[in-house]
C-alpha cells in the first residue's frame, strides 16, 4: 500500500492551496483518511480527519479554514486550506487505517509528506 501527496508549495499569507493523496496498492478497505502535520521542532499534530462514514474532525487551529473531502470510490483525501498563515508551515502527511487484500486486520500507512511553506 502506497500514499502519495501532492499539492504542497510555498504561498504568501492569505493564500489557499490544495493537497491530494491518493491510496494505491492491495487495498480491502480503507477506514479513515486524514492529514497530520509537523513543523520544525514540533510534534506531529492531527489536522483533519474523515470518517469512512462521512464524519469529520479539525483542529481547533485550522476550523473555519480548512476543508476535508474524500473521494471513496478513488482512495483518495483532500484538504483544501484558505486563510493560511504562517504558522500553518509545516510538512504535512497523509496517513489512513487500511484493510488490505493480504491479511484481516487494519493499519496505519502514511505518505512520504509534503512541505507547505507560508510566508508573511
Known amino acids: 500500500v502506497q500514499l502519495v501527496e501532492s499539492g504542497g508549495g510555498l504561498v504568501q499569507a492569505g493564500a489557499s492551496l490544495r493537497l491530494s493523496c491518493a491510496a494505491s496498492?492491495?487495498?480491502?478497505?480503507?477506514?479513515?483518511m486524514g492529514w497530520y502535520r509537523q513543523a520544525p521542532g514540533k510534534q506531529r499534530e492531527l489536522v483533519a480527519v474523515i470518517s469512512s462514514g462521512g464524519r469529520i474532525n479539525y483542529a481547533d487551529s485550522v476550523k473555519g479554514r480548512f476543508t476535508i473531502s474524500r473521494e471513496k470510490a478513488k482512495n483518495t483525501v483532500s484538504l483544501r486550506m484558505s486563510s493560511l498563515k504562517p504558522e500553518d508551515t509545516a510538512v504535512y502527511y497523509c496517513?489512513?487505517?487500511?484493510?488490505?487484500?493480504?491479511?484481516?486486520?487494519?493499519?496505519?500507512?502514511w505518505g512520504q509528506g509534503t512541505q507547505v511553506t507560508v510566508s508573511s
Open positions: 496498492g492491495s487495498i480491502f478497505s480503507i477506514n479513515a
Open positions: 496517513a489512513a487505517t487500511i484493510e488490505t487484500t493480504v491479511a484481516a486486520g487494519s493499519y496505519d500507512y
